[in-house]
Structure formats: structure tokens, C-alpha cells
């Protein structure tokens, strides 16, 4: 939540006279312009409190009136009744301080906007797992599946809007299977492009914002298996991590964009660049597990221009990423099982790790101690989705429910209750849990592959989103067996 105030800029104060007297005027009558009482009360307190010797001995003997400087205004301020209730309280000296307090009350909007979240759900037809989203605008998804379709979802009619997907320059060389789907969607700083996975999954897809127009494929000396995560390093820098064991650093030219468009107009169809990265790196092999250095998500801090990656060997990586990719470090997770998820807190420079069962905290600087681990035992189904806003972390469970955690209280967010409706709501002990609704199952595939009887089936939240200008949360799944087919999607707000 963002709050502005909003100022009237005061015009600057007329320069004093340096010099040692002023001038009657010697044709002119003297002009009424105020009272004489006034104006004769100022000139002679002009005179007598003057620190300047020379325009004191003027105003002694000089006749008629005297041209005085005119006083500075005061600024003109325009508050709004918060600054001026909260000036009142803390006094003259508070208002340099109302900064620190409209910190203090977003975060307490962070704090308490997940017990006011209700769902409603969005109908994607037979799409097949939300696997990536990201806000386009305030009533724009976009989002990745599993069955390898680009869309893009208003929030507000139900909209879908497809997008296609860009082709490789070479089609059957190193193609990933068609089930494998879209495993990232990710935006540049600006929000000027956004990038994904093409038809073939192995290849980076960068679009052009707001047209959604395509810029360029990654399909050259890239991927030899899926594309499991992205991140922007600049508006023209990306970095793809995949089922290879491999980073690639992408470099987007500018000058792509206009050639791109132009193309794209002129012929009718979607002319885009063929691309190459500009470095790769192979993830170290580990003695306990050797072959599985599939990577799986990636997080970049913009502060120190560090990479992080957590591969399914149960290690996390760090890269100084700059023209090029320099390993500093690799370290084994506390929790080694599905480490599938990785986001960055910029507030406590740490990063958080998504397990079968835990949260693990990360806070790679000297002389800091590491943030105990969180548990979040769901039916042992894991955590699928992990975001962090301020101090509070949002776990998307694979047992289709959103928990929400205090890094600094160490503990999750608790319900609230009141013993009558005329008292205000407290903590009840028992932690606050968000559950989905049940989206849409394809029933052929519940029949023929499991046993009947089990009517229930939770939806994976393999994605969620925050809209913070807009307190809402977009957040996208489906069932976690891989025989099943459906999908979920729901704007909570």
C-alpha cells in the first residue's frame, strides 16, 4: 500500500537588500498602498532590529517612504487528516517521522491482508496445470501450463486470450516431449518483456510488453532439456536455468524490437530473431547424487548482483552475474528432497528455499546466523509455490492451501477470533490456512487411472502471484499426480 503526499511548491523569498541604503523615490508622490500606522511601525522595527549599520543610518534620516523587503512566505502544504492527526500527536518534531510510520502501516497491511482474502474462481476450460504466472496489469495474467499453452486471463471477465508459441529455427533437433509444458513466465524490471518457454520447451521465448509482439527465440547452442526457471538480470539481460544441469545467459538486443514489429506488420506473420546465449555454465556434479543436477529454480539479487539456484541434487548455487556468470559458492540444503522452489527477501538479504517439507532461510553474509527452518507438513505433498513481500512469506502447499509466515516473529500467521462481534478479533492459536477450491478435473482420467471411491483429489498451487497496488493474489495449479488432468485458477482479494 502506497501513499503519497502531496505538496504545493511555495514560490522563493524575494532577495534582501545588500546594499548600504535605499533610495527614496525624488519625483514620485508616495503611494497608499496600507495603513500609515502599519508602515511606519515596520520601519521603524525595520530599524531598529537591522543588523546591517548602513541600512540602519538610512532609515534614520532618510525622507518619505522606505522600499522594505518583503517577508517570505511560508510554504504552503497541502496534509491529508493522517499527517495532520498524526502531527498533532507526535508534534513538530513527528513529521520528520511519518515516513517511518507509513512503513510501519503498509507493513501492517502485509500482515493482516491474508485473513481478508476471499476466492473466487476463474474457468480455464480443459487446460492442463497452471504451472507460471505473472501480472501483466491490474486485470491481466499471464500464464504457463503443463500442457505447453501460453495465455493470458482477465481477472475480471474470465477472458482467455491465447498467445502463440514461437517456433525453433530447426524443429526436430533436441525437442523436448509435448508434455513437458510451460515451466516459467517472467517479466524484465520495466515490464517492457517477458519471457518464457517456445514450442519447443528447451528454447527461451522473449515478447515484447504490451503487445505481447515476439522478440526473439533462444533456440541456437542453447538447452539440450526443458527450460525450468527464469530470471532478469537487466531489462535486456536474462538467465534460464534447465533439466540439463545448465545456466545460460541470454543478452536481448534492443534493436531487435523495431526490426521485430516491423516484420511482424509489413508480412502478417511472426518474423522474430534467432538467438544464441552469451554464456553457460554446468552446475557441479555431487558426490551423494551425481546424476540429477537438474535445475530447478533461480533467484537474483539486484543488490549484489548475485545469483542463487537450487538444483534436484539437493544443493544451492551462487553466481556473480555480471557480462558473465562467475560461481562463488555451493553449498548442500539442510533439506535435500524436491527442492523446487527459491525466492530472495530483499528487506533481510536472504534467500528461502521451498522442500518437500520445510522452508530452509539462506542468509549467506559473515557473522549472520541462518533463520531456523519452517515446517510445513501438508500431506507430505510439499512446497510447491514460495513468494516473500516485507517480512512475510507465502507458501503455496501442494495440498491445495496458502500459509502464511512471519520471518521475523518466526512463526506462521494465526486466525483471528473474538468471543463476541463487539470485540476486537485476536489470535486464536491456530494457524491461518487459505484452502482452494476444487478447479477442474478431467473424469476419463480420474476413472481409468485410480481406484473409485476417492472423490477428493487437492490441487498443487504450483504458482501465485501478488497485485500489491491492488491487494489481490493470483494463484494457479491442479492435481499433483502426474496421470491426472485439470487445472485451478483463483483471484483471491
Known sequence: MRQADAETPSSPPLPQSTGPSIRPLPTMAPQQTGSRKRRAEEVEEGAGSSSSPGTAAAAGHAEGPQLLPKRPRRPAARRSLLHYVKGRELGDAGHARLAGFEGELRSYAVHRLPELLRERQLPLGPLNKVFASQWLNARQVVCGTKCNTLFVVDVQSGHIMRIPLMRDRVPEVNRGPPSCGIHAVELNPSKTLLATGGENPNSLAVYQLPTLDPVCLGDCQGHKDWIFAIAWLSDTVAVSGSRDGTVALWRVDPDMFNGSIAWHKDAGLPVYAHIRPRNVEAIPKATTNPGNRKVRALAFCSKNQELGAVSLDGYFHLWKARSSLSRLLSIRLPYCRENVCLTYCD??????????????????RQGQQNI???????????????????HIVTVGTGHGSLLFYDIRAQKFLEERSSASPDLFPVPSGRKLKLTCGSGWINQDDLLENYVAGLEEFPNALYTHCYNWPEMKLFVGGGPLASGLHGNYAGLWS
Not at 528487506?347 to 549467506?364: I, K, N, R
Not at 507438513?377 to 509455490?385: A, I, K, L, M, N
Request: charged share 15%.
Open 347 to 364: 528487506d533481510l538479504s536472504l534467500y528461502a528455499v521451498g522442500s518437500q517439507s520445510h522452508v530452509s532461510f539462506l542468509d549467506l
Open 372 to 390: 531456523p527452518p519452517l515446517c510445513s507438513r501438508e500431506g507430505g505433498t510439499g512446497v510447491r509455490s514460495l513468494s516473500v513481500h516485507q
